[in-house]
């Protein structure tokens, strides 16, 4: 009975231990790795709070266009001396100590009626600012997609590599099994078992090698999505490499050109340069007449306990208007004027060197992907045939009709042709996602 139930718990903590590790296992999709990592991004909550404040500064407020209203008080508390004076000298009078109070207080309320249109232009660049910040955050979150992607796909082809290395070793202990049994009805010698034994173990720390690379890998896609707790571990991907093979560079809507003039880096150079245009407005505006029309109310109490007036109040509404016209600032309003339009230059010729830059890196890039496309099914027939030339040597090695040398050269043009499929899988990969950054289609 008590080995009963000694099995029976035995069994349950087995099992229990088998969930813990399956639960603590994470299967990851490509959408969930993005997922994660625009929500966890560094990077993109700094351009998200750049875009908050740029939103929060385009008001009409903030431009000068409303209303300023300021409330004012003072009072001032004084002790004096009073010496007085009069053509009747009896009259005269000389006090130390006199007790004062002067009390003041207003509510005054102004706005700018005009100045030079300073105040559209002001507000038209907080708008070509937020717009700006707009843009960075979609070049921002464009470059943290790629990223990941191009991450996650690492994962994937190093894993690939791994199974390579994995049928490799399959090959080389059916090798070492078939040596072992001709060794046994005394065909083979000692100096095949040792070299059976060498490669195998050749692989073996191959694999170990590789599954270090797949660790690391792993470590890279968690610290870029940002995950709160430490899955690298963990982290299980089972996918492959899918390439989207219809990209064009010049033809149609969805074309790589026509894309890359909606490049969000580069909408946001150009915005730059509207931006610097509305600032050309602003130095203008400074060499204009600034009108600013007031009103308010003021409230005056002034007391002594000596002197010609022992109290003395006023208060009221007043009503005024300020003009002030600029007449000479030793010619600096000019040179600002024109600092504010080679600003503007620099900026357009920097939009034009990004924007050929972008277009440049994009034929390159175009030019890599249709040369791995174009080599794909070449290089997928060679892995096919290598797989087989594998398979057909394995056999005659068994029955005896190939060496071990023959054995050897097989797996080592099955592995080749392996790496070369996944490498290039993964060079056109990194290039459609790239050719997808640079001209705004990337999507997952």
């Known amino acids: 009975m008590q080995k009963s139930i000694y099995i029976f718990f035995t069994a349950c903590l087995a099992l229990l231990s088998n969930s813990i590790e399956v639960n603590a296992q994470q299967n990851m999709t490509l959408n ?45 508390k004084s002790l004096t001396t009073i010496e007085q004076k009069f053509a009747d000298p009896a009259r005269n009078t000389t006090k130390t100590g006199v007790d004062g109070n002067t009390l003041s207080g207003g509510l005054t309320a102004s706005i700018l009626i005009f100045n030079g249109y300073r105040i559209m232009a002001f507000k038209d660049r907080l708008a070509m600012i937020e717009k700006q910040n707009g843009f960075l955050l979609q070049s921002q979150m464009q470059n943290t997609t790629a990223q990941v992607m191009q991450q996650y796909y690492n994962v994937v082809r190093q894993q690939a590599y791994l199974k390579t290395i994995e049928k490799s070793i399959e090959a080389s202990q059916q090798r070492l099994d078939i040596v072992k049994t001709r060794q046994q009805i005394g065909v083979a010698n000692q100096t095949d078992i040792l070299q059976s034994n060498i490669d195998l173990n050749a692989l073996q ?51 790589i050109a026509m894309g ?41 109490s002034s007391s002594s306990a000596a002197g010609f007036s022992l109290l003395n109040e006023n208060y009221g509404p007043f009503v005024g208007v300020n003009l002030s016209i600029p007449l000479y600032g030793g010619g600096a309003a000019k040179k600002n004027i ?12 920097q ?33 096919g045939m290598a797989q087989s030339l594998l398979q057909l040597v394995m056999q005659k090695y068994q029955l005896g009709q190939a060496t071990m040398v023959d054995v050897k050269q097989a797996q080592q043009s099955f592995e080749n042709a392996g790496f070369r499929l996944v490498s290039l899988r993964y060079t056109a990969k ?15």
């Open 260 to 300: 890359v003039i909606n490049n969000p880096q580069l909408a946001a150079l150009s915005t730059q340069v509207k931006i610097n245009q509305q600032l050309e407005k602003e130095t203008k505006a400074l060499m204009y007449p600034t009108l600013r029309a007031s009103t308010g109310y003021n409230v005056s």
């Open 351 to 383: 939009a034009q060197s990004l924007s050929k830059d972008i277009y440049t890196n994009a034929y390159k890039t175009f030019d890599a992907y249709k040369n791995s496309i174009e080599q794909l099914p070449i290089e997928s027939e060679n892995y």
């Open 205 to 255: 720390q191959g694999k170990q090698n590789q599954l270090l690379i797949i660790a690391q890998a792993k470590t890279d896609l968690a610290r870029t999505i940002n995950n709160k707790e430490d899955i690298s571990s963990s982290l299980i991907i089972n996918d492959t490499i899918q390439i989207d093979t219809k990209l064009n560079f010049d033809k149609g809507e969805n074309s």
């Open 338 to 349: 024109a600092n504010a339009k080679l600003n503007s230059q620099n900026a357009d010729l």
């Open 430 to 444: 990194v290039a459609e996602i790239e050719l997808k950054r640079l001209s705004n289609q990337l999507t997952f």
């Open 32 to 76: 969930e790795a993005i997922k994660t990592a625009l929500k966890n991004s560094y990077d993109i909550q700094l351009v998200e709070n750049s875009l908050a404040i740029a939103k929060n500064n385009n008001d009409l407020g903030v431009a000068g266009a409303l209303p300023t209203v300021a409330a004012s008080a003072n009072n001032n």
